[in-house]
């Protein structure tokens, strides 16, 4: 069992979600979204009062880590690499780099790592939580890589059931 995982809600039920995230052992969920609301009824279980009964529910512990989260000029930045390769916030593949240049100097290198990495060693697994299905499309991933090399966690990535990496970007292309 991996100490951080990696989640988004695209590709999720509420149901499959709570799955993934018993299936993992998790008990601490970190959400690093500035906004924590998802557009579309499909994904009206993951705006944040809604999940955090969910996952108090489940017994699931949830922390809001909005200095994680990219600023909305930073997010410009990334909207605008994506509509001028066609693609949407569904349907990115990954990160533009100078978002991931940019991310890394503005937030992660003065961020407090070392609170999460021991959260996550003293409660037991936790899962860094955003939106994108797939990590590689994500900051969740720069995050979950930088406490690997600082801290030494194992990181393992959540997907909905049976959809892999090569599989996930496929279905994340035919999304509207």
């Known amino acids: 069992m991996a100490d951080l995982a990696t989640i988004g809600v695209y590709g999720f039920t509420s149901e499959t979600f709570l799955a993934a995230l018993r299936g993992a052992g998790i008990r601490l969920l970190v959400d690093v979204r500035q906004r924590r609301g998802v557009r579309g009824s499909e994904y009206a279980w993951a705006n944040s009062k809604r999940l955090q009964a ?3 529910a489940a017994g699931v512990a949830y922390e809001h880590r909005p200095d994680l989260a990219p ?7 990334q909207y605008a690499v994506d509509d001028r390769a066609g693609v949407g916030k ?23 790592l070392g609170s999460l990495a021991e959260a996550a060693r003293a ?10 299905r797939d990590p590689e499309a994500c900051h969740r991933s720069l995050i979950a890589a ?4 600082d801290s030494d966690l194992e990181v393992a990535d959540l997907r909905p059931q049976g959809l892999g990496p090569e599989v996930s970007r496929r279905v994340g292309r035919l999304t509207p």
């Open 54 to 56: 969910a996952l108090a």
């Open 71 to 77: 600023t909305t000029e930073l997010r410009r930045l």
């Open 90 to 112: 569904r349907s990115r593949e990954e990160l533009a780099p100078e978002f991931v240049e940019r991310y890394r100097d503005e937030i992660l290198a003065s961020a407090d």
């Open 123 to 132: 409660r037991g697994p936790a899962a860094l939580l955003c939106v994108e």
């Open 146 to 149: 930088r406490l690997r090399e």
